[in-house]
């Protein structure tokens, strides 16, 4: 069992940052594949970035590299978001996801590959 909590959501202009944080417990986190998925309203949940358990491999999607980063302190349990140069297609509601069944050593884009989830954080990006 993980719980998830996620923080650090909410308004910014278009060009802002925001930081976007996730924190974990009920396993080792180490050994937790940690992702950021987005649902914008009336769209399915898409994938944003995971990172592997370590934190030496991770997986942007093509929306978002060069803006976003994803990175993970495992001492704090807790993996990030950092988001730059924000887009209003950026605003959705944004997840913290967690996959336990490979020892965070594999990363996958599909929303099926993870089964614990945060409750969501708004993200709205304004023109």
């Known amino acids: 069992q993980v719980q998830l909590r996620e923080s650090g959501g909410g308004v910014v202009q278009a060009g802002g940052s925001l930081r976007l944080s996730c924190g974990a417990s009920?396993?080792?986190?180490?050994?937790?594949?940690m992702a950021w998925f987005r649902q914008a309203p009336g769209k399915d949940r898409v994938f944003v970035a995971a990172?592997?358990?370590?934190?030496?491999?991770?997986v942007l999607t093509n929306d978002v590299k060069g803006r976003f980063t994803i990175a993970r302190d495992n001492a704090e349990n807790t993996v990030y978001l950092q988001m730059n140069s924000l887009k209003p297609k950026d605003t959705a509601v944004y997840y913290c996801a967690a996959d336990t069944t490979a020892g965070g050593t594999v990363i996958s884009r599909s929303p099926n590959a993870y089964m614990y989830w945060g409750q969501g954080t708004q993200v709205t990006v304004s023109s």
């Open positions: 009920g396993r080792t986190f180490s050994r937790i594949t």
């Open positions: 990172i592997s358990g370590s934190g030496r491999n991770t």
